[in-house]
C-alpha cells in the first residue's frame, strides 16, 4: 500500500483489516495480481485531479484467485471457486473485493498469472474497438503493440479479421510478427513508415501508448472519430476518442477472453512475475514503457 503520492519507494508492505464483502460482492483469496500502468500513474499522483483515492490505498485492479466469501445476494458464485477480473479493493494484497459483474470464471486451462494479466488489458481493448466499430478487412494501427494491453488487441483483432500494424521497437518486431501483426517502428516519419505497409489505407488506429502518437494516427486515418486513445487524455482536444469508464459487459468479455486463452487462439506473454514485497520494482519496470507483454505479482 501508498499512504502518500510518490515514487515507487512510498509502496510498501503493510496489515490491514480484512476487507468485508458487501452486497453483490465476493472476497478472493488473491492467487495473481496484474501490474498496469494506470497503478503507477495513481500512485506517483499524477492521475489525483481526475481519480483521487483515499490514503493509505492499496494499489491494483487486475485479481486472479479463489472465492473466500460471498456477500449478501450472491448465488452464481460459491465459495472455492476460481475466478478472475477487477477488484475494487486494491489487488496488491492477500485478500480483495470485487463486484460480481466485474469477474468471471478461471478456466482450468488458464493460469492464474495469464488470468490476472487478462482483466484491464482485454476490457480496454474490447471497449476501444466497439467505440470503432471495426469491421472484418479493416486495416487497423496498434501504437505500442507490444505492450500488455497492446498484446491482447493486436491478437483480439487479428481474430476478428482485421489485418493489423503494430508499431513497437525494432527488438519487439519479430514478436509482433508472432502475433500476426505488420510490425513498424513508432515515432518521428511514423506516418510514412505506416503508408509504405498499408497497402489499402488506414481505417482506424489505436493509441495503447501514450507517447505523442495521436496527429499521426489521425493524419492517418482521416478522420479523428476513427482513433482512440487508451493512455492519453488529450485525445479529445483532436476530435479522436479517449476510453476511460468500464464497458457494458464486463462479465461476458472476461468469459470470451478467457475461453480464447483457454484454446490457444489468444496467447498471455508474462514479461517477469514478483513476489509481493516486489511491488515497487515493478511499478520501476512498468514505468520504462518498454515492458514486452504483462507485469504480474504473485502474493503467495
Known amino acids: 500500500m501508498f499512504a502518500e503520492y510518490g ?3 512510498v509502496l510498501r508492505v503493510a496489515e490491514r483489516a480484512v476487507p468485508e464483502p458487501g452486497p453483490g460482492q465476493v472476497r478472493i483469496a488473491v492467487r495473481a495480481a496484474g501490474v498496469n500502468p494506470i497503478d503507477w500513474k495513481i500512485r506517483s499522483g499524477a492521475m489525483a485531479a481526475v481519480m483521487p483515492v483515499d490514503l493509505p490505498a492499496v494499489p491494483g485492479v487486475d485479481v486472479a484467485g ?12 460459491a465459495v472455492g471457486d476460481d475466478v478472475f477480473g477487477k477488484a475494487v479493493s486494491g489487488s496488491y494484497a492477500e485478500l480483495a473485493l470485487a ?11 488458464v493460469s492464474w498469472e495469464a488470468a490476472a494479466a487478462l482483466p484491464v488489458a482485454a476490457t480496454t481493448a474490447y471497449h476501444a474497438f466497439a467505440l470503432l466499430g471495426l469491421a472484418r478487412g479493416e486495416t487497423i494501427v496498434i501504437d505500442g503493440a507490444a505492450g500488455g494491453v497492446g498484446t491482447v488487441a493486436v491478437q483480439v483483432a487479428r481474430h476478428r479479421g482485421l489485418t493489423v500494424i503494430g508499431t513497437a521497437g525494432p527488438r519487439n518486431h519479430d514478436y509482433l510478427r508472432s502475433l500476426g501483426a505488420i510490425p513498424v517502428a513508432y515515432g518521428d516519419g511514423l506516418v510514412e513508415r505506416v503508408r509504405a505497409v498499408a497497402a489499402h489505407g488506414v481505417d482506424a488506429a489505436v493509441d495503447a501508448a501514450g507517447r505523442g502518437s495521436l496527429p499521426a494516427l489521425v493524419e492517418l486515418t482521416g478522420n479523428p472519430h476513427r482513433v482512440v486513445s487508451l493512455a492519453d487524455a488529450s485525445a479529445e482536444s483532436l476530435g479522436a476518442r479517449f476510453v476511460y469508464g468500464e464497458p457494458g459487459d464486463m462479465r461476458g468479455i472476461l468469459d470470451e477472453v478467457a475461453a480464447l486463452v483457454a484454446a ?5 506473454t508474462i514479461a517477469r512475475t514478483y513476489p509481493l514485497a516486489g511491488a515497487a520494482a515493478a511499478h520501476r519496470d512498468s514505468q520504462t514503457g518498454h515492458v514486452r507483454g504483462k507485469l504480474v505479482l504473485t502474493p503467495i
Open 66 to 77: 479463489v472465492v473466500e466469501c460471498v456477500g449478501p445476494g450472491v448465488t452464481d458464485v
Open 7 to 9: 515514487d515507487a519507494e
Open 264 to 268: 490457444g487462439t489468444i496467447t498471455v
Open 99 to 109: 463486484n460480481l459483474d466485474a469477474i468471471a470464471a478461471k478456466p482450468e486451462a
